[in-house]
């Protein structure tokens, strides 16, 4: 039984890694709920502290990810508006195009719309181009938070 756990948490922490990757799901709930199913199950102190670590480091990225993000499209000046508007296109995009279509439509909505506010070609090329190099850091965060929380639990594992 045990071992099976592990596998399914295990498949579970591989499946949030590519939700961080992807930004198509929340694959850092994914993995802080799969470690916390294994803590909750197992028990002992490697578990929670595991747990711990993985809840403090999906909290910190995630919310790290939305201070950071938007003070640079704020810095850059893009407008809240454009980045709904390209989450709106690119997921449109991503079911005309699977998988490439969400990212070239959130940067091709991002493009459209700063180019119907502002008027100028090189304004809304520069303001997709914030937003994309926005989009990258959000997915570090998110990868990096997750990454901590699997070897927070890969430890735990090897420990307990």
């Known amino acids: 039984m045990e071992i099976a756990l592990n596998v399914v948490v295990a498949l579970v922490i591989l499946i949030g890694l590519g939700g961080a990757l992807t930004q198509v799901y929340p694959g850092p709930l994914l993995v802080l ?3 916390a199913a294994w803590a909750v199950l197992t028990g002992g102190t490697a578990a929670w502290v595991a747990l711990a670590v993985a809840a403090v480091a999906i909290v ?3 919310f790290g990810k939305y201070v950071l993000v938007g003070r640079r499209l704020t810095r850059a000046g893009v407008p809240g508006r ?4 390209g989450g709106v296109v690119g997921v449109l995009g991503f079911f ?4 490439i279509g969400l990212p070239l ?3 091709l909505g991002v493009y459209l719309w700063e180019l119907q506010r502002l008027g100028q070609e090189p304004a809304a090329r520069a303001a997709a ?3 994309v190099k926005a989009q990258g850091l959000a997915i570090v965060l ?3 938070g997750c990454l901590v ?4 639990w890969v430890v735990a594992l090897a420990v307990g």
Do not use: H, I, Y
């Open 82 to 85: 454009s980045l709904l508007v």
């Open 60 to 62: 910190v990225t995630g």
């Open 149 to 152: 929380a699997a070897t927070a």
């Open 96 to 99: 005309a195009v699977p998988v």
């Open 33 to 35: 709920a799969a470690v």
């Open 142 to 144: 998110e990868l990096g």
């Open 105 to 107: 439509g959130f940067t």
């Open 129 to 131: 181009w914030e937003a």
